[in-house]
Nanobody, 114 residues
Framework: VQLQASGGGLVQPGGSLRLSCAVS????????MAWYRQAPGKQRELVAS???????FYADSVKGRFAIFRDNARNTVLLHMNSLKPEDTAVYYC?????????WGQGTKVTVSS
């Protein structure tokens, strides 16, 4: 199973980034997909998720700024991040879950700084 996250980088406050996670080795359409993040010295936290039925959830801190999408044809989950703030700086991880089994990607670093 592989979850390959990409799209991180350095962006100025107010800017945008598009994260992508390409998934292989599982039946993507049967998995609940999510993005988590972990800032230095902090615990990993859920940022956004999307169910197999396309229901979405967002952490309060990113509502209205981030959007999660899934493309079952391409086995890909996306996170569109707008109006980025310095507090969004973290390593972002892609997660796939089915029943009680979790799979994680290697993470992509996002730095929001002027």
């Amino acid at each position: 199973v592989q979850l390959q996250a990409s799209g991180g980088g350095l962006v100025q406050p107010g800017g945008s980034l598009r994260l992508s996670c390409a998934v292989s080795g599982i039946i993507f359409s049967l998995n609940h997909m999510a993005w988590y993040r972990q800032a230095p010295g902090k615990q990993r936290e859920l940022v956004a998720s999307i169910s197999t039925g396309y229901y979405t959830f967002y952490a309060d801190s990113v509502k209205g700024r981030f959007a999660i999408f899934r493309d079952n044809a391409r086995n890909t989950v996306l996170l569109h991040m707008n109006s980025l703030k310095p507090e969004d700086t973290a390593v972002y991880y892609c997660n796939a879950r089915r029943f009680d089994t979790d799979y994680w990607g290697q993470g992509t670093k996002v730095t929001v700084s002027s």
